[in-house]
């Protein structure tokens, strides 16, 4: 299983009166190519992605799919929820689209246990095949992965590495 490497850009979401700027959009990850950047990731936190709707979230993974075909740089789609079904549901989409790989925040909100947290990823990695990435941000999602818990996933094969 290949995985994206190299450098990565956060990207934000646009928005023109209360909508999806689909078109700036285009145009944001157009310069992030042009610049040379390595990966594009659509619908991380800082795209805004617990605060969008489904059809948004989606429709920005798409979008960033569609712009960087052919141009070498690779998509890391973020997939992440508080709610594990949501999180397969966003992964499995993110596989059949095209994504190179996917990015998952840990759930927030809910707090998990370790074991919850590694019940969650665990359950994602097993429903797609690609690449996963984990993220860990406790200062956003009120829980922090220990060590412990990123060695057992580490042992999953489609877990290629951690944003810490």
Do not use: W
């Not at 450098?7 to 285009?26: M, V």
């Not at 944001?28 to 190519?33: A, C, E, F, V």
């Not at 989409?93 to 994504?99: E, H, R, V």
């Amino acid at each position: 299983m290949s995985y994206p490497i190299g450098s990565c850009t956060a990207l934000i979401t646009p928005f023109k009166n209360g909508k999806l700027d689909e078109a700036q959009y285009h145009e944001l990850i157009k310069r992030q190519i042009k610049l040379g950047i390595d990966i594009v990731s659509p619908m991380g936190t800082t795209g805004e992605s617990p605060t969008v709707s489904h059809e948004e979230h989606k429709k920005c993974i798409e979008i960033a799919i569609e712009t960087t075909k052919g141009t070498g740089v690779k998509v890391l789609a973020g997939a992440g929820s508080n709610s594990t079904d949501e999180a397969i549901d966003l992964a499995l989409f993110s596989q059949k689209a095209g994504a190179d790989a996917i990015l998952v925040v840990a759930p927030y909100y809910n707090k998990p246990t370790q074991e919850g947290l590694f019940q969650h990823y665990k359950a994602i990695a097993e429903a797609v095949d690609m690449p996963l990435v984990p993220y860990n941000v406790p200062g956003r999602t009120g829980v922090d992965m220990a060590n412990a818990t990123v060695a057992r996933l580490a042992g999953m094969p489609n877990i290629v590495g951690i944003k810490d």
